[in-house]
């Protein structure tokens, strides 16, 4: 379809100014965030997953899969991940770039979307910083992004994500977070995600997409309790005048069964996965809910003749072992290793992008429902005829309501319990 007519014009008037401008020549057809919500809000009980790119071996295998599946996909870094002090070499400077030349290289057509994952405001302070980079990750090829100040109190996060937004295009996917993501204390309430997401809406802002603290965790799933599905679907219904969709965070460790309930009982349309992806790309041995299998020993077990070579892997373990990493601290690797990984024979590469590959592409057909969403999206630009979609609701909520005064009055008001310090990384 790359050489179609109507796939030259979807090029043309689908792809983002700043996609645009970087890549005048391109043949990849990179797109907001909003036009992936939108395909899968139509669609129906589906999701995309949101391929967390911590190496290139996971976002060659995440495009793959969703050319495969004709699936729209989204792929992501953390700012804790890939921002100014990075443990990835994918970063939110680079991975437009990385995305377009894979694209390019490996004849991908499907829509996909380039976002900002977790970028932090813990603090006031922060705002300066930010309001200085947003710009810059959106000049280097951003096509969406994760507010994500749920770390403060109630107030200060919905104020400065209203601060904040000046900062971000308008046809740019959005994504907002109330209650800090780190598991099954302090979770978050139709109270206090309504509050975020009418604030937003009495100054003209629509969240694509609102985080919960759902039960969910970032990392190696442990607790057991996993995903709250109930909880996350009376709080969508409860959002659902707002037009805001569910992106869930955490997703490895929680079963396919669990995935599916989601996606069939929620307004979830996009779904965070990180762990998972980087120990597939690895070879190491996973189990179906994504969770690493540990040997008795409580180390990782890595598959023979699958993912890197064994000489390589053990490397990685002495490597770790010097810095004193264990589980869900051998995300620090992909930094360090990246270089060596895209040293190894060409066979040793494919088959670690061929890992995820396939593990992707099961999740999007057979847990995701994403199959064809693809079309969807591409039909939803055209209709538009233009890379921007819009909001999906006007604004509801009156604006003399929703003063910095009276933001600050209702929020003293909400009885929520943001519970203990956690762990923000997917």
Known sequence: MSNSTE????????????????????????????????????????????????????????????????SAIIIEIARSEGGSNAYCPISLWNMATFVDCICNELNITIPVAIHADHYGIKQESDMAVAKVEVPSIFDAGITSIAVDASHMLDDKNLLANIELNSCIPSWAGLETE?????????????????????????????????????????????????????????????????????????TSGNSSERLRAICHETATTKANVATALQMVSWGLEVNDDGNAILDESGNFRKVQGEGVTEEMWQQMVSYADEKGWKGGNYKKLNLPFENK???????????????????????????????????????????????DLGPKVERIEDPADWTREKIIEKAAQLDTDKGPE?????
């Not at 391109?26 to 129906?44: E, F, H, P, Q, T």
């Not at 956690?422 to 997917?426: A, I, P, R, S």
Request: hydrophobic share 40%; glycine share 12%; aromatic share 4%.
């Open 178 to 250: 109330v209650g800090e993501i780190k598991g099954e204390q302090g979770l978050s309430t139709v109270d206090d995600a309504s509050f975020l997401i009418k604030g937003l809406n009495a100054h003209g802002i629509c969240a694509d997409w609102i985080a919960l603290n759902n039960g969910s965790i970032h990392g190696l799933e442990a607790s057991g309790q996993g995903i709250q599905v109930e909880l996350t679907g009376e709080i969508h219904r409860a959002l659902a005048p707002y037009g805001t969709s569910g992106a869930q965070h955490g």
């Open 7 to 70: 796939y030259t014009k979807l090029l043309e008037i689908g792809r983002p100014p700043n996609i645009k401008k970087l890549f005048p020549h391109s043949k990849a057809l990179i797109v907001s965030g909003k036009v992936i919500d939108r395909a899968m809000r139509i669609k129906g009980n589906a999701m995309t997953m949101a391929a967390n790119g911590r190496n290139t071996f996971v976002i060659r295998g995440a495009l793959l899969a969703a050319q495969r599946a004709n």
């Open 341 to 387: 990984l895209c040293g190894q024979p060409r066979v040793i590469r494919e088959r670690m992008s061929a890992r995820v590959e396939e593990f992707v592409c099961n999740m999007l057909l057979n847990v995701f429902s994403a199959s064809d969403s693809a079309d969807i999206a591409k039909e939803e630009i055209l209709k538009a005829g233009s890379h």
């Open 422 to 426: 956690g762990d923000f990384d997917d």
